[in-house]
């Protein structure tokens, strides 16, 4: 599953979460079978909750406690056990870990030409120098822009695009050898070490670890 904001792009792994504060405008588009289940808070409980989007780990007592509050009638009973399962999720969401699966999206006009054409083509291996004329800007200014807007160096912010549209295309069922000529890699050797070095596992094996579905929360 991956959320869009005018801010970032989130993509949602297996056994992870999307928090979402209210009245973000956002799009969520999902690749393969995916069962999404969604809490709504209203704004009383978000006292020390996160105001910006982010993918978290869920554990395994707040993943139960979303099923039994999704089940729950609307609106529950006050002053019962129902308002007490709520109680201990919203104590569980404020300690939820924040998951490195975020891609900024820069506001500077010079920075968007370069992004939204690697948007389009993650596999473009130009470098700086060569996107210079593209975003009319030099190849140190570009850089200076990658750091200041997205908190990352070029080369890192393409890699995270990578490995978020992987995701995606596996996700969809697409092969790796597919996925790695798609996205640029000179060989499917090559893309699997770079997936495992930054998400800990094979490519092949990276959905059958983590199960097939996503669940938001």
Not at 40 to 51: E, F, I, K, Q
Not at 112 to 125: H, K, M, Q, S, W
Not at 128 to 134: H, P, R, T
Not at 139 to 154: C, K, V, Y
């Amino acid at each position: 599953m991956t959320v869009t904001t005018g801010e970032g792009i989130w993509v949602v792994p297996p056994q992870r979460a999307v928090w979402v504060p209210g009245k973000i405008r956002h799009e969520i588009r999902m690749s393969g079978r995916v069962v999404m289940e969604t809490l709504y808070l209203s704004d009383r409980a978000l006292h020390g909750l996160p105001l910006d989007c982010r993918v978290v780990a869920i554990s395994p007592l707040l993943e139960q406690l979303i099923r039994r509050i999704v089940a729950m009638p609307r609106p529950y009973p006050k002053g019962g056990a129902e308002e007490r399962l709520v109680g201990v999720a919203l104590d569980e969401i404020r300690t939820m870990e924040v998951a490195a699966f975020h891609l900024p999206r820069p506001s500077d006009p010079r920075l968007r030409r370069v992004t939204e054409a690697l948007f389009e083509n993650p596999a473009d291996e130009r470098g700086l120098g060569e996107w210079a004329a593209l975003a009319a800007a030099s190849p140190r200014t570009l850089a200076r822009l990658f750091q200041r807007e997205t908190g990352m160096s070029f080369g890192t912010w393409r890699r995270q695009l990578r490995l978020q549209r992987a995701l995606e295309c596996l996700a969809g069922g697409e092969s790796v050898t597919a996925i790695a000529l798609a996205l640029g890699y000179d060989s499917t050797s090559a893309f699997i070490s770079m997936f495992r070095r930054h998400l800990g596992r094979t490519p092949g094996s990276y959905f059958e670890d983590e199960g097939r579905d996503s669940r938001p929360g």
